[in-house]
């Protein structure tokens, strides 16, 4: 199975909460947008400034975070990627959101993959189904 990983699926992993994604690094092969670590890394920032994560967990997060994407190959952010995004979608899409559907529909297009969206987020796994592809992570 090959996987498009968005932020949330990760920020579970991470962030140890419950329902984490049960094919969870059983996959062929892993891919995300660039800007996963950007989401990931302003999440744990902000839990950090609300005192919801204490230092230790802090470091073990971003510890983490960077053994997880060393085994996902990242999708640059290029220009194609950003005027894919900006097209409309067959339903109510946010920009990041956008960014990552973008990045995994060219992904499929471009290495002939058949790909399965990983998010938790209901919204964008709904996006998601619309293009066409097989959603994880409910």
Known sequence: MIVYLDSSIVLRVLLRQREVLGRWGRWEGA????????????????????????????ASAHEELRRIERGITRIALTRTVLRRAALPMATSVKTLDAIHLASALILQERR?????????????????RALGFECAGG
Do not use: M, W
């Open 31 to 58: 891919y995300s947008s660039e800007i996963l670590g950007v989401e990931v890394r302003r999440v744990i920032d902000r839990l950090r400034l609300d005192s919801t994560l204490e230092d230790q967990e802090v």
């Open 112 to 128: 002939s993959l058949s790909v399965v969206f990983a998010t938790h987020d209901t919204q964008q796994s709904t996006a998601a």
